[in-house]
């Protein structure tokens, strides 16, 4: 029998890198998974990898309707959450004169009020004890070029982790927000169209700015994230743990990471900014 066995879990936004690593974890452990994605196409080969434990319902968690359709798929065939993991995507990036309508709705929309409908609507489904973990980002609490509207959405899943954790001590319900630095995913290069290059330049420039002198990993970030659901964590809410080598708390010297916009919601990266290169993260 595994550790698990009997829990249910809910994995929002995406199919690939942290959300996928995070499913398997969730699943070796005994958790039965439901992913969500706007792709069917590849949440058909996600559930497929990741075998009989696991079932898909793709949507839009920016769009109610899609929300409203997810939950009541999930509900008729599970009933219930034990835990929900809210992965609110990657993100496009721009300075303060770049910054358009488009681009802040977009982002506002996906990881703000995406997340917090789903876990309104997910807590309707959710017993006491249960846990909520969102993905916010070390770089809430660093100021970087061109990083304002990103960083200031993942600032506000921080704050929603306190005051949430408050909202719901009656119900027992957990809240929590990790906050990873630079991992590389498959949505670098699908996604936000990094070439190989790139993304070479910034494992080259962690091994400079990390104090572990390297990037984290998916799978490094999911067995962070496994911990925080279950018994294990029982006296733990309310709380961000930096999951970033050391580089938002005892960095060597802040991230300068620059991306310059082309157009809005298509984020170009450029090779050289100044003297680093330019990074977009998860």
């Not at 969730?26 to 069917?40: A, D, K, Y």
């Amino acid at each position: 029998m595994k550790k698990r066995d009997g829990k249910m879990g809910l994995v929002l936004g995406g199919t690939s890198g942290i959300v996928l690593a995070t499913a398997q974890r969730f699943i070796m452990q005994g958790v039965r998974v439901f992913i969500t994605g706007r792709r069917q196409s590849e949440l058909d080969g996600v559930v497929t990898q990741l075998g009989e434990n696991a079932a898909d319902v793709p949507g839009d968690i920016s769009r109610l309707a899609d929300l409203n359709r997810l939950f009541e798929t999930i509900q008729q065939r599970a009933g219930r959450f034990d835990t929900v993991f809210a992965y609110p995507g990657l993100g496009g990036f721009a300075s303060l004169g770049q910054v358009t309508e488009a681009h802040l709705d977009r982002a506002f929309g996906i990881r703000v009020k995406g997340t917090v409908f789903t876990v309104q609507k997910a807590l309707q489904r959710m017993p006491s004890g249960a846990v909520i973990v969102t993905h916010g980002s070390m770089f809430s609490v660093q100021g970087n070029p061109s990083f304002g509207v990103y960083a200031a959405t993942k600032a506000a899943l921080r704050s929603f982790a306190r005051t949430w954790s408050v909202d719901l001590k009656e119900r027992r319900v957990h809240v929590n927000v990790i906050s990873p630095g630079v991992v590389v995913s498959p949505g670098y290069e699908n996604e936000l169209g990094l070439s190989d290059e790139q993304i070479a330049q910034m494992e080259e420039q962690a091994t400079v700015t990390t104090p572990l002198g390297r990037m984290g990993t998916p799978d490094g970030i999911a067995k962070a994230v496994l911990f925080l659901p279950f018994d294990d964590s029982s006296y733990i809410t309310g709380i961000r743990p930096f999951m970033d080598g050391g580089t938002a708390l005892i960095g060597i010297r802040p991230y300068a990471y620059h991306l310059l916009s082309a157009a809005p919601l298509q984020s170009k990266i450029y090779r050289k900014a100044k003297s680093c290169p330019s990074l977009l993260i998860a």
